[in-house]
C-alpha cells in the first residue's frame, strides 16, 4: 500500500470519527485555497457533520460566486470559537494560517490538507501529495477514495482550484490526471467559460492603477535573466488596490523573453517585504524562498524579508546569484 494510500485511509478516519469540524486557508487565499475550504465544507456538510469555515480576512470579491462563499467568515470581524477538530487547506506550515490560529483550542486534533513540496508535516494527519498541481486535486482524489458522488457545488469549487493553480491548464503541473479531474467535473455541469471569466479574466480598476504604476519599476539583471518590480505601500494606498490585485503581477517580469526568474517585492510594512518568485525552467525558487525563511513550489515561491525593498533586492540578488551557479553545475 502506498504512503498516499496510507493517509488517505487516515483522513477518512478523522472526518469520519469526528462530528464538529473547523475548517481553514490560507492568508491572502488564493483559487485554490478557496475553492479546497468550500469543497471541504460541501464535502462535510453532505456527510451530516457541523462546519465552520474562516479565513483570515474577507474572502476576495472574485470568489463571492462560488457556491457557499458568504457563509465563509471573516475572522478579522468574528468572535473567536475555540475549536477541538480543524482541516487546513492549502497551507504549507501552521504559521500560513495567519491570526486563525487563535481559533485553534489547545492540543486540537489537525487534518493537514496540501500540495506544497515545503510542507513541514505540521498535522495529527496529513494528507499531502507534492506531486499534485492543487489542493483541490488532492481533495478530488479524496473524495474518490471515500467512494462519495461529487455534487454541480462542491465541483466548481474544485474546479476553480485546479483552473487557477495551473494557471488555466498551462503550466507544467498540468498533467493527463489533472485534466481527466477537469473533465469529470465539467460532467457535473461546471461552466468552464463563466468560471475562466470570473477567476482568471476580470480584472478590476485598482489592479489596472496598479498595473501602470508598477510596470515603470521593472528592473533586469546584468545578465537579462532576472526581472525584477516594486509595489510600495503608497502605490497600494493610492490606487485604492487590494492584496489580491498584486496577485500575477510577478509573471510580467517572468514572461519577457530571456529571463528565468521574475520577482516581485511588495512593501508590507515600513519594514517588511513579502518577496514572490516565478522562474521559467531551471533555477528551484522554492529552495531559494526556504534558505529565507519562506516556501512553495519549484516555479513559484515566495518569502517575506525583514529590512527595506533595497535591502531585500540585495538579498535576493545574492541568493540568486547561487542559485543559478548550482542550476548550471546540475
Ligand atoms: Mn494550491
Known sequence: MSDFTVSLQAAERFIKENDRFLVVNHVNPDGDATGSLLAMGWLLRQLGKQVTLVNE??????????????????????????????????????ARVGQIADWFAEGCQLLNIDHHPTNDGYGTVNLVRSEAAATAEVLYDFIQAMKLPVSKETAVCLYTGLLTDTGGFRYSNTTSHVMGIASSLLSTGVEPGKV???????????YLALLTRVLPTIEFSESGQVASMAVSLSDMLETGAADEDTEGLVNYGRNVEGVEVGILYKQKAENQVKVSLRSRERVDVSAVAKSLGGGGHVRAAGCTIHGTIEEAKRILSQKLREAFQKGEKS
Open 57 to 94: 480576512g474577507p474572502t476576495p470579491e472574485k470568489f463571492m460566486f462560488l457556491p457557499g462563499a458568504s457563509d465563509i467568515l471573516d475572522a478579522s470581524k468574528a468572535d473567536v470559537q475555540k475549536h477541538d477538530v480543524v482541516i487546513t487547506c492549502d497551507c504549507a506550515d501552521k
Open 196 to 206: 475562466a471569466e470570473r477567476v482568471l479574466e476580470t480584472i478590476t480598476k485598482p
